[in-house]
């Protein structure tokens, strides 16, 4: 297996190839410093976010963040451990003085916490059953199934509790699982690590905070498995100024032909629907202009006559932490990455949701607010122009979404 070494803690001898120093040989490829050595003769233990690799005396000990392969790599403690005479192969070390490595054993993200791109296999279409989250529904809902897990797999005693009906009941399961808050286990619908940080004790349980509003919405807009059409509205769609019927249109063609799926009519214009009636506020409907929280993101206005606007604009008002953590997301996904381009943070690419697109903001407002970022993390990222290439730059192993939105609920 191969290790990526971060930084090293002992010093590294000579360059020259099969030269071996205390039974460790190393030889140089290209930038890379190799070195070679019997597993059996390693110590091998989980540090932190990192793994310490050395010899048992601990003298030669390497600090790294992970590792390609990851088989055969447990906490071997002696050379007489049975894990390690099971396995005779050889470890190399890799060490380049460039930049720090990183690897899929840097961060171990939930479930729940990761984000996905579109696929033709995964989507949702309608099982909102025309609702929009409405305010207090994930509040209720999450402390509802914290106190009874099976609360939605007995519909007679949920809308008893949660005082809706059936219809609902089923529209706020659903909006439990496509913000990510709550996951279904067979009959049981439990609170997830993402929920219990949102809306736990620590979060925000009656989304008080404008900032977790913006990440709900990034949530549900960045799910093409649970929310694939507003997933598509708030990525894909290219028009700013429309009416419902023009968003249907657009809907319904890249269902059939650029998704290759196959929907009803109705079920298409339910989601429509709903996506108006949770992120615009228009003269002709009747019910509670504060039905949806969403609604006052202003993410969907008013425009000329019939018609709405959905506009990329500055919108300075955007909390950094909803971009931070819609940033950190992404780079967890692939942990080899080191740098994102700020076109794939602009505009959807290869199905994966984009920050600009999702939040509505111009280039200008998507790098007043990423600069923002930067600035209050200025060891961890750079903005550089590389080659012409404007990009954002990791200088350290990503950061747990979760972990960043504990601190900004610790601040506030």
Not at 196 to 203: D, F, K, P, R, S
Request: aromatic share 8%; net charge positive.
């Amino acid at each position: 297996m191969v290790i990526v070494v971060a930084e090293r803690k002992s010093r590294v001898y000579g360059s020259k190839p099969d030269r071996s120093v205390e039974g460790v040989h190393f030889w140089a490829e290209g930038s890379a410093l190799i070195i070679e050595k019997p597993i059996r003769s390693l110590d091998v233990a989980k540090r932190n976010r990192g793994i310490t690799v050395g010899s048992q005396t601990g003298r030669s000990a390497t600090r790294i963040f992970g590792l390609k392969d990851g088989q055969g790599l447990r906490q071997l403690r002696s050379s007489n451990s049975p894990l390690v005479s099971e396995r005779q192969h050889s470890v190399k070390i890799q060490y380049t003085t460039r930049s720090r490595a990183r690897s899929d054993t840097s961060i171990r993200l939930a479930q729940d916490i990761t984000i996905v791109k579109f696929t033709r296999d995964k989507t949702a279409f309608g099982q909102h059953e025309t609702f929009p989250l409405r305010y207090g529904w994930l509040t209720k809902g999450f402390r509802a199934i914290q106190q009874n897990p099976r609360l939605f797999d007995q519909p007679e005693h949920a809308m008893v509790t949660l005082g809706i009906g059936r219809n609902m009941v089923n529209a706020l399961r659903y909006w439990l699982e496509a913000t990510g808050v709550a996951r279904q286990n067979e009959q049981k619908t439990l609170p997830t690590n993402l929920g219990n940080t949102l809306l736990g004790e620590q979060g925000d349980g009656y989304l008080e905070d404008e900032a977790t509003l913006w990440i709900l919405h990034w949530l549900i807009a960045s799910n093409p498995d649970k929310a694939t059409g507003l997933y598509w509205f708030f990525n894909l769609y290219p028009s700013n100024v429309f009416q419902s019927e023009d968003v249907l249109k657009g809907l319904s063609t890249w269902v059939q032909h650029e998704a290759g799926l196959k929907r009803s009519a109705s079920t298409l214009k339910s989601d429509v629907s709903m996506l108006l009636r949770a992120y615009a506020f228009t003269k002709s409907r009747t019910d509670d202009p504060l039905d949806s929280p969403f609604s006052t993101l202003n993410l969907i206005e008013q425009g000329g006559g019939r018609g709405l606007r959905s506009a990329r604009m500055l919108r300075p008002y955007l909390p950094p932490v909803a971009l931070h953590f819609a940033i950190a997301q992404r780079l967890c996904v692939d942990t080899q990455r080191v740098a994102l381009p700020i076109r794939s943070l602009m505009y959807s690419e290869d199905g994966w949701a984009a920050p600009g697109a999702v939040f509505r903001l111009s280039e200008e407002g998507l790098m007043r607010i990423l600069n923002l970022v930067v600035e209050q993390n200025p060891a961890q990222y750079e903005l550089r122009d590389t080659a012409g290439l404007h990009q954002l730059y990791l200088l350290e192993p990503a950061t747990d979404p979760l972990e960043i939105l504990r601190r900004y609920y610790a601040r506030t």
